[in-house]
């Protein structure tokens, strides 16, 4: 006979870098930047710096991409990522 498979399930819970969990009246939490390069005059370029957590590394991202091509117009975006607890708004 062959083995019996058993599947479970687990709740896992996923830590967000840099996340913090909010108290009551705070705002703060983790600030994920990306910078996309929107220099072209036909079409942009598009290349994207991904997701960072830091303007040091977003910086260095443009300055290098700069260096490589030339190009100087970019576009950044920026997210905040929060922990809201149950109860906390209501
Ligand atoms: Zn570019």
């Known amino acids: 006979m062959g083995a019996t498979t058993r599947l479970r399930f687990r709740e896992y ?6 996340a913090q969990t909010l108290t009551q009246g705070e705002e703060l939490s983790a ?8 220099t072209g005059a036909e079409a942009d370029c598009g290349a994207a710096s991904g997701d960072v957590l830091s303007t ?4 260095r991202w443009i300055a290098t991409h700069q260096a490589r ?3 100087e117009i970019f576009e950044q975006i ?8 149950a109860g906390m708004w209501l």
Request: hydrophobic letters at 30%.
């Open 13 to 18: 819970t996923v830590p967000v870098p840099g």
């Open 31 to 38: 600030t994920i930047s990306s910078a996309e390069c929107v």
């Open 56 to 59: 040091d590394e977003l910086v």
């Open 69 to 71: 091509t030339g190009h």
């Open 78 to 85: 920026t997210r905040r990522v929060i922990r809201s607890e």
